[in-house]
Structures are given as structure tokens and as C-alpha cells.
């Protein structure tokens, strides 16, 4: 499966796209770009369900606090813009906190409410670039790929890690939803 999708992709890159292919190929990359958005706004929505004191709880006995997650969140979403080469991070400050250590309730963090409001400049940044995307660039190397490696691996392309944060944030929101 995965063979005759990375062929897929090589033979999309490698031809001038018909129409019909175009307009396939767009309607995917949108179908996923979708599933995202209504990721983002699941997570939105169950930090907008509680007092912010609920969010400083552990989701289970010795787990991370819901306020770790959501900082978690934004720093991987934050890291997408560098990844995909449409800037720098917003927020390079969040990753020693939320990506490079465990939740520690010692650590200082920004509040929740700090949190939430990056949580949504981040996406609305990345809705505002992904919109302005091409199929061709959604098929198109990320940064933190080389160009040899690409070739030998055209699935390490942005959509493919558009698909995998889609699916990290439901990881979490799972989590998330543990918490009671």
C-alpha cells in the first residue's frame, strides 16, 4: 500500500497534473486540511468547557496536567510553521517547557489563559497559510527532510505531517477527556 502510494506521489510530481488529477488530489489535501480544523476546534472547545482551575489536574493519577497538554498542543502547532517553511515559530519560548521536559507542577508555565490565546493566533496563522497552499507544495518536502532522502521517501511530505498532527491532537484529546 505504502509502495503504490509513495508511486503515486512521484508520478503526480513528475507529470503535469490533468485536471482531473488537479482537482482529486486537491479535494484530499482539503478533506485533510478539514480534519485538522475540526481537531483544532475540538481541543478549543474542551478549553472552553471549565473554570481555568479545572485545567491544572492531572488527566489520570501521576499523568500530565491538562494545562501541560494544551501548551504541548500549541508548541507542536507552533513548530509547523518552521517545518513547513512558512516562518518562525510564534512561541519559541513554549518548546523547553512543553517539548523537551515532562509536565513538572514546579516548572513556571504561562497561565491557561495565555495558553488559550496561543493556541488560537497559532491556528489562525496555520489556517491562513494553509489556505493560501498549493497542491504542489502540500506534496513538497518539509523542512527537516533532505532533498536525497525525499526522493527516496516522498511520503515524508508536509500533508503527511498535517495527517499525523491531526491524529497527535486526538491522541490528546483523548487524554483529555479523562479528566473529570
Known sequence: MIESISHLIVSLKKSKMNNSTTNTTAQIIQQAVNSWTVQNKQVTAYFQKHEDSFYLNEVAPGRSRAIYLLGHLVAVSDGLLSLFGLGDKLYPELEDVFLKSPDNADTPMPSITELKQKWETVNAT????????????WL???????VEDFQNEP??????????RTVHQGYHLGQLNLLK
Open 126 to 137: 496555520l489556517t491562513q497559510h494553509f489556505n493560501a497552499m498549493g497542491v504542489d507544495s
Open 140 to 146: 513538497d518536502k518539509h523542512t527537516a527532510v533532505s
Open 155 to 164: 511520503m515524508r511530505n508536509k500533508l503527511n505531517v498535517l495527517l499525523s
